[in-house]
């Protein structure tokens, strides 16, 4: 009796496991179409949402009682960085580029003309600004991560003085007292800074060969700059 009826039951359908067998398939498909369309979109978020925020602040040790830099003194400037990601990816810092200007009131007062060449330029309305530069680095770091749909807010130290580098310290030496003689004040619109940061998204393998399509060598990065760049 069930022999008779598992036939009735299967009469006219000798395919159905093979449809068994497709529809399962079908949804193993879709199911990872769907998971590999979420993952595409998490990146291309990444990639177009992700934003950055500096300020640079810049602080003197060891100055005279007027404000001048004394020739043991230093410049420290803190830069806070902060990163914005609105993507389902985790996010790394690897890359970060800095630097750092202050107006050259001697070079565009004329009393330093070497230095007005090499400086960098504003123009302006009223006359073009001269800028020095005071940093200018570049270093891969390491840093905590980045969180998925979240933010995170680093600070790192650049510091200046006699010992690092004579030459720039003595231009800055030059520059401030200048500033402090005729404004009394190195007032902070005299301060221009600029940065540049690369970010690897987490779970993105990097392009297997150096012949690979240019998108899918980047892909996996993320670099993101803001700020003033005079050296350009």
């Known amino acids: 009796m069930s ?5 009735i039951l299967f009469e006219g359908r000798p395919d159905w496991p093979m ?7 079908g949804v193993i498909v879709i199911g990872l179409a769907v998971s590999s369309g979420a993952n595409y979109t998490s990146v291309v978020v990444a990639q177009s949402g992700v934003t950055i925020v ?4 810049p602080a003197f040790d060891g100055t005279y009682p007027n404000g001048s830099l004394s020739p043991s003194g230093s410049l420290n400037v803190t830069l806070s960085l902060r990163v914005n990601n609105p993507s389902a990816r985790t996010l790394h810092l690897q890359l970060l580029a800095f630097g750092a200007w202050i107006e050259d009131g001697p070079a565009e007062a004329g009393l330093n003309e070497a230095r007005r060449l090499s400086d960098g330029r504003l123009p302006n309305p009223g006359g073009d600004r001269y800028f020095y530069q005071l940093f200018s680095e570049s270093t891969e770091v390491s840093e905590e991560r980045v969180p998925a749909a979240g933010n995170a807010s680093y600070d790192f130290t650049y510091l200046l003085s006699g010992a690092i580098n ?4 003595n231009a800055l030496r030059n520059i401030t007292d200048y500033w402090l003689s005729t404004d009394g004040a190195v007032s902070a619109d005299r301060w221009v800074s600029w940065v540049r940061v690369q970010l690897v998204i987490d779970g993105v393998p ?11 060598r980047t892909i996996g990065r993320i670099e993101r700059e803001e700020g003033l760049n005079l050296a350009r």
Request: a positive charge; charged letters at 10%.
């Open 206 to 216: 990097p392009a297997s060969s150096p012949t690979s399509a240019p998108y899918l």
């Open 19 to 25: 449809w068994v067998i497709l529809t399962v398939f």
């Open 166 to 169: 004579p030459s720039r310290f």
């Open 3 to 7: 022999q008779a009826r598992d036939s």
């Open 54 to 57: 500096h300020t640079a602040s």
